[in-house]
């Protein structure tokens, strides 16, 4: 069968972002994927570099490929003049409404079992549109919180089709859809996601959609992560509970993410640019290796998609493990491994 080639850009931004990307573009290669690659500036050596934390080129880059793949940035702890997220921007520049983040048991000690859950999370809104301002000389700060009908509604229908898709792929009619939301303290915002999620859910037939209130959806998710299929929630609750689910499956070197939009996607890690151990080649990849087989996923190579993270599977089963799960492999060991891996399969098949 003969591929679409792809073109994605790759934005490896700063600290460990440059380790890992490189290593996730190393295993696409390895996997046999069709695809030219465009590599690009951001984050906040770009900025102290050009005074632009993402120049207009990287973002006229990216919008002539098929999607991309985000290592990290650096962002300043201190206001800084000039400086913009990048990460955000693009999000609002492509209009990449969902952020869709899997929390998949993983073959590591870290990780408990039998977890399959993914995480829809509202990724233009809520307190997310940095709209605070200062009141009483500053001893009063009020932060806006903005929710819409239809950004409700899109990411809410996201998380059905994912959920559907899902099932589809279990070989089941049925899927569990599960809202969160606060409506009994915040009835109007909260309540017009809570009405409109469940509004948009009741369309498709064989979901089941209960909803739960954020705190209760924490507790529960850590008791019982095993009953939870797709989870759609607000911008911030949905960021706290995804950094909390990724620490039920092994960590944030092994969770990825990617940003959805029509006819967009802009994968990445969950975690940042870690600059503690930035440099030192002991970055565990697979989070970024993970985020690209998404990237393939969502633009139609799920066979190749399921083959890297077979291939992923088959090195953490094997004990080869970064020091964030307990092990002494290096960046280069573990990416290695997975690309051997996937060349032995490969290797199989074609003398099929
Ligand atoms: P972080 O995710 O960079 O690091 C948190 C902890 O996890 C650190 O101890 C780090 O060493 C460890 N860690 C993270 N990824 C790892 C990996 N792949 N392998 C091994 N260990 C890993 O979060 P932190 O420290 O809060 O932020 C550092 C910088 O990253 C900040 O400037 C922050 O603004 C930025 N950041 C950027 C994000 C993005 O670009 N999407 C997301 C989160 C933070
Ligand atoms: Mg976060």
Redesign the pocket.
Known sequence: MERRRLRIALIP?DG?GRE?VPAAQRVLDAAGVAAEYLRLDAGFETFQRTGNALPPATVEGVRSCDGALFG????PSTRTPGYVSP?LTLRKELDLFANVRPALSAPVTGSQEGIDFVIVRENTECLYVKQEREEKNGARVVAERVITRRASARVTQTACEIAMRRAALRGEQKALLTVVHKANVLALSDGLFRTTALDVAEGYAGLEVEEQLVDSMVYRMIREPQRYDVVVAPNLYGDILSDAAAALVGG??LAPSANVGDGYVLA??V???????GGKGI??PV?TIRAAALLLEQLGQGDIAKRIENAVDAVLSAGVW?A?LGGQATTEDVTEAVCVALQAERSVAIRR
Do not use: K, Q, R, Y
């Not at 990290?72 to 962002?75: I, L, Q």
């Not at 975690?271 to 151990?277: N, V």
């Open positions: 931004g460990i890992v990290a940035v650096s962002s990460i944030l070197g990445e890690p975690h940042g640019s870690a600059p503690d151990i970055a565990n989070a970064t964030d």
